[in-house]
């Protein structure tokens, strides 16, 4: 059964870049939109965006000039990184997988990781 | 993006009760819908996506349909277990974006 895991520092300084790395166990890495997902406590969920096959990458348009998901296929693991946060980036921070086959549904998620951006 | 929005924002039920959840775009999505169940502290779990189609694991108690633009939930004989917070999200157009939720608790 695949499972995900999200690690990386709970805190980040503003002005400085978030990384966040998905450790997938039980599964292939392989031909999968992986997918990073975020939410302020208490609020909605946000989609950050996905990478495709180590190669197709596509972004929030919100969050497009700050984001970067790589997949390290030698790893299993695929990464985020968001530069230049503020405290509006302080959010739980998801790492996904979508159903089979779609880019979109998504049926296996990591636990979640928080991440509080603040000095 | 395409905006989602949810109806009610919050309800309270019984246990056995039937629970419908309403999802409408601001643009038309066809059958590209999606729903969540979330507890406090842990993942989205993945409900219903495409409109209809049943996760993984999900009971069959759980439905989802569609009428033109708007899209239910619908929840029968409702347990324990079914007492969250639901969220919709469309996955027709990238960013792929979600509803606010609608939290279902105890009567």
């Known amino acids: 059964q695949v499972q995900l895991q999200e690690s990386g520092p709970g805190l980040v300084k503003p002005s400085e870049t978030l990384s966040l790395i998905c450790t997938i166990s039980?599964?292939?890495?392989?031909?999968?939109?992986w997918t990073w997902i975020r939410q302020v406590p208490g609020k909605g969920l946000e989609w950050i965006g996905y990478?495709?096959?180590?190669?197709?990458?596509k972004y929030n348009p919100s969050l497009q000039s700050r984001v970067t998901i790589s997949v390290d296929n030698s790893k299993n693991q695929f990464s985020l990184s968001l530069s230049s946060v503020t405290a509006a980036d302080t959010a739980v921070y998801y790492c996904a997988r979508p159903v089979a086959g779609t880019n979109d549904a998504f049926d296996i998620w990591g636990q979640g990781t928080m991440v509080t951006v603040s000095s | 993006d395409i905006q989602m929005t949810q109806s009610p924002s919050s309800l309270s039920a019984s246990i056995g009760d039937r629970v419908t959840i309403t999802c409408r775009a601001s643009?038309?999505?066809?059958?590209?819908l999606n729903w969540y169940q979330q507890k406090p502290g842990k993942a989205p779990r993945l409900l219903i996506y495409t409109t209809s189609r049943l996760a993984s694991d999900v009971p069959s108690r759980v439905s989802g349909t569609r009428s033109g633009t708007e899209f239910t939930l619908t929840i029968t004989n409702l347990q324990p277990e079914d007492f969250a917070t639901y969220y919709c999200q469309q996955s027709y157009n990238s960013p792929f974006t979600f509803g606010p939720g609608t939290q279902v608790d105890i009567k």
């Open positions: 990478n495709y096959n180590s190669g197709t990458t």
């Open positions: 039980g599964g292939s890495i392989s031909t999968y939109w």
């Open positions: 643009q038309n999505i066809i059958t590209y």
